[in-house]
T-cell receptor, first 110, second 115 residues
Framework: EDKVVQSPLSLVVHEGDTVTLNCSYE??????LLWYKQEKKAPTFLFMLTSSGIEKKSGRLSSILDKKELSSILNITATQTGDSAIYLCAVETNDYKLSFGAGTTVTVRA | NAGVTQTPKFRILKIGQSMTLQCAQD?????MYWYRQDPGMGLKLIYY???????DKGEVPNGYNVSRSTTEDFPLRLELAAPSQTSVYFC??????????????FGPGTRLLVL
C-alpha cells in the first residue's frame, strides 16, 4: 500500500519566520510529488517535482525532491499571515493516481 | 471557463437515504477523480475515471458508485448513507496523454453530514 507521511502535523510561527515542512513516501511506480495549499476550500496546486525537475521555486516558496531518501521538503521564507493553511503533500504514481499525506497545518501569527 | 464545479455545497442526509453528488468540468480533461477528506486527514481516493465510459475503484470505494457517460460529468452516488460517510467530498480533473500529465484541478467541495 502506498504511504505518504508528513511532518510536523502542525506548527505555529510568527510573521517573518522560515518554515520547513517534510514529506516522506513509500510508493510503487513513483511518477511525481506534488505540494498543495489548502485554505478553507479546495486544495490549490503549488509545485510538481519529478525526476527531471527536483527543485522548484516560486517567490517565497521553494521545494526539493530527494529521490534517494524518498522525501521532499517545502520551505516558506519570510512567512506572512496569508501563508496560514494546511499544506498537503501527494505522490503520483504511473497510473495518474494521487496518494495524499495527512497534511501540515501552518499558523502564522502577526 | 468555470473549471471544476460541484453541487450541492452542503447537504444533510438521514441514515439510509441516497443522494448524488454532482461534478462537472469544462476543461476537456480526460481524467476525473472523487476524493473524501475527513477532519485532520489527507484526501483519500474513492473512484476515478480515465475517460467517458471507464471508471475504476480507488482506495475507499465501498458505499459509493460512479458513472461517466460524458467527458464533462462525473457524478458520485451514495446509495445507503451511513454516518461514516460524513465528510467533505472533492472532485478533481486533469489531462493526461502519452505520459504527459497536468496537475489535478479541484472543485470547491461538498460537505456531507449523515445523521
Amino acid at each position: 500500500e502506498d504511504k505518504v507521511v508528513q511532518s510536523p502535523l502542525s506548527l505555529v510561527v510568527h510573521e517573518g519566520d522560515t518554515v520547513t515542512l517534510n514529506c516522506s513516501y513509500e510508493v510503487t511506480n513513483f511518477r511525481s510529488l506534488l505540494w498543495y495549499k489548502q485554505e478553507k476550500k479546495a486544495p490549490t496546486f503549488l509545485f510538481m517535482l519529478t525526476s527531471s525537475g527536483i527543485e522548484k521555486k516560486s517567490g517565497r516558496l521553494s521545494s526539493i525532491l530527494d529521490k534517494k531518501e524518498l522525501s521532499s521538503i517545502l520551505n516558506i521564507t519570510a512567512t506572512q499571515t496569508g501563508d496560514s493553511a494546511i499544506y498537503l503533500c501527494a505522490v503520483e504514481t504511473n497510473d495518474y493516481k494521487l496518494s495524499f499525506g495527512a497534511g501540515t497545518t501552518v499558523t502564522v501569527r502577526a | 471557463n468555470a473549471g471544476v464545479t460541484q453541487t450541492p455545497k452542503f447537504r444533510i442526509l438521514k441514515i439510509g437515504q441516497s443522494m448524488t453528488l454532482q461534478c462537472a468540468q469544462d476543461m476537456n480533461h480526460n481524467y476525473m477523480y472523487w476524493y473524501r477528506q475527513d477532519p485532520g486527514m489527507g484526501l483519500k481516493l474513492i473512484y476515478y475515471s480515465v475517460g467517458a465510459g471507464i471508471t475504476d475503484k480507488g482506495e475507499v470505494p465501498n458505499g459509493y458508485n460512479v458513472s461517466r457517460s460524458t467527458t464533462e460529468d462525473f457524478p458520485l452516488r451514495l446509495e445507503l448513507a451511513a454516518p461514516s460517510q460524513t465528510s467533505v467530498y472533492f472532485c478533481a480533473s486533469s489531462y493526461a496523454l502519452g505520459g504527459n500529465q497536468e496537475t489535478q484541478y479541484f472543485g470547491p467541495g461538498t460537505r456531507l453530514l449523515v445523521l
